[in-house]
């Protein structure tokens, strides 16, 4: 043990720590990893060098460990420990609200699970109460604007327990968040808006510089750090008086990531105004020590034209991008996360499907009789996708769930068919089939074809919908499915002008607009842009005021 202490020489408090929480009595491992922040490897060490004087009790659903009872006097005195055990960083703060902190804890405990392929390893109760708790003390959010890009932690319900009168908006990729963000938000009043996106294709223009502060806890790569602080300093809409806040963690024995991150992160112009160690905790990640530091980032002029530019969206084409010899458009990498089937680590999903499966693909894009067979082309929704074509195939192999029905929403051709996986979540049940079809019947008519072209896929074909099957109602929702990139109060609009035939005019229908549109949807965002469980609902309200 001696050894191991002395090895880490002036930065072996941490281990001390974890020594004397050890001689206290039982410990999970995993509570040793969170209280002291050390990597797992390094608390495996630890227990390591401690040998037989180590005791494990087997006893109950998690394991836990300690040093014998009659060997912890003495290890205090070799080791200068102390004679009680350190206290919980977070106690204080546990003490001092706790009913805030039981909201929050109950608010976590309802939530829908973390996905693991999207990187979502919860942050303690305690973590996401002390970042509303200190974005309360150090900026003034009465009337402020805080975006949350991501938000599995729900910090945009806790920063509205503190401060009511701050005005948030989420943007998330996870579904099940947004609704679940929304419904908490509506029965408690609180001013919360949510959008959805994957960062990867673009950013809904609703929220590019709204907010005066933005905070996100993104995956722990370069890229996928350089793409979340990217778009957050492109939503602030004073940049010179915004900051970005970044959780990021690495392990302390891997320092050149952490290099290799902040330097990605320094090459869009912020600077870091503050970095705060162990600013958070979590329920895993044990190999960052179960804690991540807070960023206070700062843009510059310089960060200012990076995100105008932006990054390039990485379902696009790109001249000079490869294609395979079936023809498949190159897509770009979409890993940024650091696991899972869009890890940084993995191949694209689309570099091991059989040429034979992209042929078949095209045919079933094709219109019968047509030629050639369009290409299939990438992921991508933030513009409508094949203007001027008269079919379309697109190649959404690597589709964590969101992407089919927003594919569906940009499609601008009269015919498209998506490769998706077999247990795509839009196509695994008649009910699943049958609730994404009437979201966008007015536009398309879906066929499902299971294990096809192979067992480890499946493709979805849409053939548009006669205008003469319509009536009024059906043709109102069409217009508006056609335009899902225009804000939705115009579209809305244009749509009852249409379908009225010219019997009403703009202004009786702006007006029809204005007095049915739900007050809980913002005219201004675009329809590709809205949470899923809205779309539903506002279709519905759609086809009543057509009628």
Known sequence: MGALLRAHGVHGRPLRRALALLCAGWQPFDEVVRQTALPRRTVQELVEALGEDVRHDPRGEVPRLRVAAELAGDYRRRFGLDTRPPDDPFAELAAAHPDLLATIRADIADAPPPLPAMDHVPATAETVLRRALWLAEHYDLTGGRLLCLGDHDLTSLAVCAVNPDVAVTVVDLDERILEFIETRAAQRGWNIRCLHADLRFGFPPSAQEWADLVFTDPPYTPEGMALFVGRGVSALRDVANGRVLVAYGYSARNPALGLKVQQEVQRLGVVFEAVLPGFNRYQGAQAVGSASDLYVCRPTARSAKLALSGPTPAGTARAGAGRSAAGRTGTGRTGIYT????????SEPAADV????????????????????????????????GKGASALAVDLTGDPGPWLLRTLLACAAGRMAALVPNNHPDIGSERAQRDLADLVAARFQLRFLRSTPDSRHAVVVAEHVPVGALDAGGLAVREVLLRAHGKLGNVWREALVTASRGELTKRQARERVEAHAPADVDLDVRLIDLPRHRLAPLLATITTTAS
Do not use: T
């Not at 696991?339 to 993995?346: D, M, N």
């Open 339 to 346: 696991h899972g089937p869009q890890s940084i680590e993995a």
């Open 354 to 385: 059989a040429e034979s499966v992209w042929q078949r693909l095209r045919e079933l894009a094709a219109r019968p009789g047509s030629s050639p067979a369009p290409k299939p082309r990438g992921p991508g929704w933030d513009e409508p996708v």
